[in-house]
T-cell receptor
Framework: GQNIDQPTEMTATEGAIVQINCTYQ??????LFWYQQHAGEAPTFLSY????GLEEKGRFSSFLSRSKGYSYLLLKELQMKDSASYLC???????????FGAGTRLAVHP | GAVVSQHPSWVICKSGTSVKIECRSL??????MFWYRQFPKQSLMLMAT?????????EQGVEKDKFLINHASLTLSTLTVTSAHPEDSSFYIC?????????????FGPGTRLTVL
């Protein structure tokens, strides 16, 4: 079956660093995507990992360990606008299927 | 690039009526489009995968006769909610995939909020 586990909520301070963890179990794993979703809006693409290791894109980095079924999203130099839900989405369960977890609601405060 | 639009942004309708939602890829051709539904504070649930020129593939538990999907061109897919009921009220989001590889990114439309009275 498919299972994705992320913390429900996190809080952090402006300017700080936060790491959002995700563990997953899915059949036919092909990679893992991270999306950001502000309340009432559609998700926007942040990053994806296919191979083990760290992918860095500006203030955002994502890490993947396929053997452990584990990924994390690292956000640096947090800004107030980073307050949003962050969705971990493995690609699997069939061709091109993104499987979304409930997401982690991040609140950034001054 | 990679802009996806949806229309309408929101719609309120009476129970028993049908509602059509359009999803368009504005600056790229999308062989595959996806339709998701999201209830408040819940995850996106894939409803169906839509391939241009062929029948949509529905996820388990999604009624194909209730949620009609048409993917008539490489830039347009439509979802029609037939005989809508209050429990169909939700946030409907489409995504379009640029490219045909399994790792090609899905780009999401802004979503359509449906309220059925």
């Amino acid at each position: 079956g498919q299972n994705i586990d992320q913390p429900t909520e996190m809080t952090a301070t402006e300017g700080a660093i936060v790491q959002i963890n995700c563990t997953y179990q899915t059949s036919g794993f092909n990679g893992l995507f991270w999306y950001q979703q502000h309340a009432g809006e559609a998700p926007t693409f942040l990053s994806y990992n296919v191979l083990d290791g760290l992918e860095e894109k500006g203030r955002f980095s994502s890490f993947l360990s396929r053997s452990k079924g584990y990924s994390y999203l690292l956000l640096k130099e947090l800004q107030m606008k980073d307050s949003a839900s962050y969705l971990c989405a493995p690609l699997g369960g069939g061709y091109n299927k993104l499987i979304f977890g409930a997401g982690t609601r991040l609140a950034v405060h001054p | 690039g990679a802009v996806v639009s949806q229309h309408p942004s929101w719609v309120i309708c009476k129970s028993g009526t049908s509602v059509k939602i359009e999803c368009r890829s504005l600056d790229f051709q999308a062989t595959t489009m996806f339709w998701y539904r999201q209830f408040p504070k819940q995850s996106l649930m894939l409803m169906a995968t839509s391939n241009e020129g062929s029948k949509a593939t529905y996820e388990q538990g999604v009624e194909k006769d209730k949620f009609l999907i048409n993917h008539a061109s490489l830039t347009l897919s439509t979802l029609t909610v037939t005989s809508a009921h209050p429990e169909d009220s939700s946030f409907y989001i489409c995504s379009a995939q640029r490219g045909t590889g399994s790792l090609d990114t899905q780009y999401f439309g802004p979503g359509t909020r449906l309220t059925v009275l």
